[in-house]
């Protein structure tokens, strides 16, 4: 009888380790960017004003870990051919040598290495970004929006800004009528993939 009641004790402990491991991992999710219900965004100052424009082509993840999200990572590529600042001219000369040197340099990548919490849905995060061949660090203030299921897929939003130094990629050209910062906006549907 004593011998029954041992099996049950370990069988039951077993059983409630597993689910609460399992629970653990299932806070670490992997977001798929959906790039039809995202932005990429930009704006740099032309003269007096600022100018807009975006980046119709890009993808990337985040993983993101609910339970401790400083152990979160978030990775995107983004094609610089893609650019539109709503002028073909313009954006013809954007790829050519002095700008994004687009036939060499065609794409952007980012890559975080750190992410601090301010909040429950605020993060402060930090990465590499590179273009043009030369690697910088940025930090982007960001917001997690939520997560929801629907038509069988479970979204989640995000929000992100940062402004950048352009001329520390190199970039010069057009200065001083062309700003040297450029603000950046992020607006992210992402679609869960895995969650461990």
Known sequence: ???????????????????????????????????????????????????????????????????????????????????????????????QDDYFHTAEFPRMTFESTRWEVVDESNFKVTGNLSFLGRTNEVVLDVVFLGEMEGRGIIRSGWEGRTTIDRTQWGLTSGTPAVGREVHIELNIQGHLVQGD
Not at 67 to 73: G, I, L, W
Not at 75 to 80: F, M, N, R, Y
């Open 1 to 95: 009888m004593k011998s029954n009641t041992t099996l049950r004790f370990l069988l039951t402990s077993a059983f409630c380790g597993f689910f609460a491991l399992a629970s653990v991992h299932a806070e670490r999710v992997i977001y798929k960017i959906d790039p039809v219900h995202s932005g990429v965004n930009f704006r740099i100052r032309h003269f007096i004003n600022n100018v807009p424009g975006t980046f119709s082509r890009f993808e990337g993840e985040i993983h993101f870990d609910k339970s401790d999200p400083t152990k979160s990572k978030a990775v995107a590529t983004i094609d610089l051919t893609s650019v539109d600042t709503r002028n073909s001219n313009r954006d013809d000369h954007l790829q």
